[in-house]
Nanobody
């Protein structure tokens, strides 16, 4: 099992930026894919971004493509989500997730380790 802890959420004005971090422990971090998901009030949790085991491949939802960047530092067991040009519709709880059984992203349903979430609020 993988333990995950997010940080970096907060309140920001539209057009601003935030960087989320997620520290992992419990299994060899560099062996598996990592992802970021988000859940807005009254909506289902949705995929935002993922990154392969070595950072060689990244995946984005259309809604965040070109504005968000996912990266990872395997030496620090940490994955990041840089969020730029934030919009009010980006307001959500953001969750870090891991799929220890895979090196590449295939589907969000394969992720079975989750952090507690961090709130991101974008004001207009």
């Amino acid at each position: 099992q993988v333990q995950l802890r997010e940080s970096g959420g907060g309140l920001v004005q539209a057009g601003g930026s935030l960087r989320l971090s997620c520290a992992a422990s419990g299994r060899t971090f560099s062996n598996y894919v990592m992802g970021w998901f988000r859940q807005a009030p009254g909506k289902e949790r949705e995929f935002a971004a993922a990154i392969s085991w070595n950072g060689g491949r990244t995946y984005y939802a259309d809604s965040v493509k070109g504005r968000f960047t996912i990266s990872r530092d395997n030496a620090k067991n940490t994955v990041y989500l840089q969020m730029n040009s934030l919009k009010p519709e980006d307001t959500a709880v953001y969750y870090c997730a891991a799929d220890p059984s895979s090196r590449y992203y295939i589907t969000g349903s394969d992720f079975d380790s989750w952090g507690q979430g961090t709130q991101v609020t974008v004001s207009s």
